[in-house]
Nanobody, 115 residues
Framework: QERLVESGGGLVQPGGSLRLSCAAS????????MAWYRRGPGNERELVAA???????SYADSVKGRFTISRDNAKNTVDLQMNSLKPEDTAAYYC?????????WGQGTQVTVSS
């Protein structure tokens, strides 16, 4: 059973930082595009950042310059470094792995930005 397990969420004040991590259960995830999505209160799920198997990142406009996605294929992990957090970043964050018709999701981790 393929698994993605997220960690690192929590409560942080505006302007603060958090680092999310996603651990994949299979070494073949190194061939997948890995991504972070989020769903805030009353919002649709949105793509936050993605990174190809070769390490090329892409970002939603709302997080450019503040968030950084990275992956370590040797460890089967993908991280999301979130800086300068804003209240509107509050959401459940989900790790996603995609390759063609195959897609897997983690269970999600909550990020709350509040003073």
């Amino acid at each position: 059973q393929e698994r993605l397990v997220e960690s690192g969420g929590g409560l942080v004040q505006p302007g603060g930082s958090l680092r999310l991590s996603c651990a994949a259960s299979r070494t073949t995830f190194r061939l997948f595009v890995m991504a972070w999505y989020r769903r805030g209160p009353g919002n649709e799920r949105e793509l936050v950042a993605a990174i190809t198997s070769g390490g090329s990142p892409s970002y939603a406009d709302s997080v450019k310059g503040r968030f950084t996605i990275s992956r370590d294929n040797a460890k089967n992990t993908v991280d999301l470094q979130m800086n300068s957090l804003k209240p509107e970043d509050t959401a459940a964050y989900y790790c996603n792995a995609n390759r063609g018709s195959l897609t897997f999701w983690g269970q999600g981790t909550q990020v709350t930005v509040s003073s």
